[in-house]
């Protein structure tokens, strides 16, 4: 059963950069089934898809937050990473890591909370 765990600072200044890990457990980040997502939820707003990584590497970002977007990936301790630059109060919301597989099934992390704040 896969297992995925966020984990970051809690709180990030504006203008500074927001990194976040994803490490998961009983599956491949390299697996040719399923992606490895960021997803988020900013108070009182729906969900929002931030990036995907697919195990050949190559990644895909949403329009809205490319130019500040970066998903990496550290194969040997099956981590993905999250950065997004130059962040906003806007950009507060929990933010969650999630395996997508290509029948449309999710599994998510549990979330974790990330304020921009002064």
């Known amino acids: 059963q896969v297992q995925l765990q966020e984990s970051g600072p809690g709180l990030v200044k504006p203008s500074q950069t927001l990194s976040l890990t994803c490490t998961v457990s009983g599956d491949s980040i390299t697996t040719n089934y399923a992606s490895w997502n960021w997803i988020r939820q900013p108070p009182g707003k729906e969900l929002e898809g931030i990036g995907r990584?697919?195990?050949?590497?190559?990644?895909t970002y949403s329009p809205s937050l490319k130019s500040r977007t970066s998903i990496s990936r550290d194969t040997p301790k099956n981590q993905f990473t999250l950065q997004l630059t130059s962040v906003t109060p806007e950009d507060t919301a929990v933010y969650y890591c999630?395996?997508?597989?290509?029948?449309?099934?999710?599994?998510w992390g549990q979330g974790t909370q990330v304020t921009v704040s002064s």
């Open positions: 990584i697919h195990n050949s590497g190559t990644t």
């Open positions: 999630a395996r997508v597989t290509r029948e449309g099934d999710f599994d």
